[in-house]
């Protein structure tokens, strides 16, 4: 019942027609070869994959969900098997360094094979998910006897990875953790600690697992700035000798709203050896290599539950048949009922979904190019300002990207009516599947408060300027009619984008707390800009290879038409609430206002 | 862990001080007894019922669900108990008429009940939920004969009722519905159908089960004007002898995202005896009493939820320690973190639940009262116009009240974080339990259309603008400073809905789709009109007695502040969306030229 279609021509518009992804990554040595067909052969293999192998897993896994006895979990039939073969096919190795006998090839490659893998089974997905994460963190940070040792199983997907950061005083604030390192003469450190939320902890599918730990030196400064990272394996890696069990364990898994099938853990570190990575005390920074990795994934993620969420909505309202349209067609005169797509109201959520996903599909994918130009670029310049704008873009993506999976699944439940809240359909394993990538890899209202802090206040919002200027050089390209009326509401929101910033960076020097107030309003609004933006390119590149498919143009055009008149005014409100929030900071009423008021208001009664 | 308690100050507040609801009660003859302290009494009561009976089973339920084997269904533990600890204390009897064996009092009491069950147990609260449907639609309806002998039943608890309307085919469409009934010699009828998603269709905490059933009689015209309803018991009252089994039998129950404790049913009726209730082929207008009766429970129910949600959250932030605060006071300057509760992300979802959920009670007890002089009101005059004004709100309680259920119970689970995803903690249970209130009687799609096309293009906006210009003359009334912005804010809003809404009357005429395209927006701008007046009187009313409880009256006035500054901006939102698809429409474009732009998107690739 529930289907999945790799949405093929969608992907190539816009990796070829939109982005022209071959002459970015052709700029770049490592990429010189790769080329539109040996793209389009690698994203047809993924679909393929995704939607033969991963899918007919999906409701298994929310049924059978992973299962702790003793230490051992056991992961629901046929994902062992499928993770074998996802290996079989190098899918681990192909944006990995050949040094290490990957592939080498492009991480938007990555991003096109994992939106189609999280939309066809999120909780499957988890396993090699953190890998890439993994493998990127230690590529940057271990040293050459650890890369050596591990990286090689990694990029094969041999062994399998987790970031062990969580623990029960310590989530959002990895400042408060407690487990200890204590070094050993050998130079491997002996790790101490219990660990929560550790997806894929343990499992039967991989006969290693590589655990990157967070932990304290014994001389470590207190907060975030004494943390260290440690590589600890389940098995430690014999030289020839047989490899020994390492004092890590499972202590159990929780029982959660969704992603059944994949283990969430609970893991005590018993003296357990592990090594460093990186330099001591520094081990949120090497971290952060793996978290951005894992926020771009999981924004993706986002993006291909909108799409499978979309594609069951879609195929649902063509077959019902319910009420008359209100428009009808001659042909339909004698029969009782239309399909439900016919109702403006079910086109509505169609249109909403479809155009946030496809914009999404934009976005994630152009930041996949901006990975690749700031790890492989020869100019250090470029590689820099990629790296910057990819930072700035990261929150925006993890959040939107995210609440609009949820949303989408949801808005699929709603077209499917009553059949979508019964579990057979499958519809709202996906609602619930998606709700938890808006809390994990930091929740959405730190992504705002990263965005608005970290990346727009504290650099007087000079990244997202240059951002904004090359928006506005798009949009301010000669065009005809309708696509005019497209660039300059994208100009219209780049200009209040630019003037609510510049206020918010003002009135946080008087007002700290003021820019964590309007934080979610400021991701969506400087989202909207780069949606506006993405949604003019798409119309324009429509629009001039219209002839070569009109059908599919026409539609891209009139989602473009959809994204403007519907989505867009959204903006409406967050200009809105922002300039209420600055008003009130900047009148005659007490500092910080809504602070206080907030804080009168939640007392209970 | 998870808690409630009832909020019976701000339940007062809302009865007492805003509505005074006892002065429009006593106008009434049936209602002259009723003062506050029986109402606050009763309100007491209730709340001790559904923290100390209701809540501990909740979870129970979530676990257990109700189970199916060869026709029986068995409920989860603790169910039948509390049922009949509910009927034992006379709740059922509560707001009906004591000819029947009812207590007499208000239903607006009855709204205060079914917030505080549906806030602590919505599972279980489905059982005694379709009660008073049933009731008012036989009350209503049916013939002396049927009301002496089932409404006494009902009205004591004693039986439970269920509504029989959906078929597989017919969901949304009652048009659609194919079962029949064949008149006997005796006056009854034999039922024949199959009915699926009937809500305690089967149960083992009552010994008889009232169906209400929707079937066509042989002479029926097509579609939705040849449906009758009929009164199908489980068993057959027997006069003296022993009642026999009625030919209507449970043959499953559904695997659901929520509401385990509620069996879903799929009833077969087989040559079941009935009778006829009301009119033959008027059986859709009589069932829809039963269904606006639903309709505000079921937005009652997502207050509940809100209010639960926001209760938890409230909880958890102020115990779990992450972060430290941008302003931190002076005392915890030696502390690693402070609650979560000083972080402007979590105060921003905090203040979203509250004033969402605080409107939403305003907004639902106010209308309870317009039922009860609806009912009551010895002026028919004035009965009349309640009605009118109760029709054109229910659609509005019904789709922002259970939109904010879920939305609430989703923010909860956010500011618990990944504990919020945990099965153990209950978050995640309202999530599930909440989702479908937005789908069933009614999906909130259907009472977009029903608002904007039933209530307000079908009578050129009359009732609608009879309520706007009631809110304008409060809006005018002088006041000083801070609340006299409140008050400009709320007449630009009717200002705006009142120019809005009559473009969209007239744009109707030559384009009738075009309010479906809207509809949404249409229910949410009108609903915001009597948010923003329930905010300014609450803030008048706030003021006015202030010094009899000053924290309290403190926050309110916060909480109304809350309301202006973030949610009600969403309106601009709403605004530029009907006013783009009006312009559109009105455009050299072809007509209904986003029906056109959505037909063609819509198309999959």
Sequence with gaps: MFTYQPPLKDIQFVLTALLNASKTLNAIPAFAEVDNDLMSQVVEQAGRFASEILLPLNAVGDREGARFHDGVVTTPTGFATAYKQFCDAGWPALARDPQYGGQGLPQILDSVLYEMLGATNTAWTMFPGLLHGAYACLYQHASAEIKERYLPEIVSGRWLATMCLTESNAGSDLGLLRSKAVPQADGSCKISGNKIFISGGEQDITENIVHLVLARLPDAPKGSKGISLFIVPKFLPGDGTPETRNTVTCTGIEHKMGIHGSPTC????????????????????????????????????????????????????????????????????????????????????????????????????????????????????????????????????????????????????????????????????????????????????????????????????????????????????????????????????????????????????????????????????????????????????????????????????ATAEYYYSFILPETEQLLRVIDNTLKNSASGKPTAFLAKAISDAIRPD
């Excluded at 993706?300 to 979309?310: P, Q, S």
């Excluded at 309708?482 to 100009?491: C, D, E, H, I, P």
Aim: contains cysteine.
């Design 266 to 557: 609970s893991m005590q570190f018993d003296d357990a050896t592990g090594w460093l990575v990186g330099e001591p005390h520094r081990g949120l920074a090497a971290m952060f290599v793996m978290m951005n990795a894992a926020r771009l994934a999981v924004g993706v993620n986002g993006v291909g539950i909108a799409e499978v969420a979309y594609q069951n909505s879609l195929a649902y309202a063509q077959e019902r048949l319910q009420m008359r349209a209100v428009e009808r067609p001659a042909s339909r005169k004698n029969e009782a009922a239309d399909p439900i797509i016919t109702h403006p109201a079910v086109q509505r959520l169609l249109m909403n979904q479809r155009t946030w996903l496809e914009g999404g599909r934009m976005l994630v994918y152009w930041s996949a190019l901006l990975l690749d130009t700031a790890h492989h670029h020869p100019e250090p310049r470029t590689r820099k300002s990629a790296e910057a704008r990819l930072a700035l873009i990261t929150p925006i993506i993890k959040s939107m990207m995210t609440e609009q999976g949820f949303q989408g699944a949801s808005q699929a439940l709603q077209i499917w009516g009553g059949h979508g809240y019964i579990a057979e359909t499958g519809i709202e394993q996906y609602v619930r599947d998606s709700r938890i990538t808006m809390v994990y890899e930091g929740t959405n209202e730190i992504q705002a408060v990263d965005l608005s802090l970290r990346k727009i206040v504290s650099d007087g919002g000079q990244c997202l300027n240059e951002l904004l200027n090359e928006i506005e050089s798009t949009a301010s390209l000669p065009r005809e009619a309708a696509l005019a009326g497209y660039a300059q509401a994208t100009q219209e929101v780049v200009q209040r984008t630019r003037k609510a910033t510049s206020n918010i960076i003002k009135v946080a020097a008087s007002h700290p707390v003021v820019p964590y107030q309007i934080a979610t309003e400021t991701l969506r609004l400087v989202g909207h800009c780069a949606f506006a933006w993405l949604w003019l390119r798409a119309a324009d590149t429509a629009q001039a290879n219209h002839d070569k498919d009109p059908p599919f143009h026409d539609a891209k055009l």
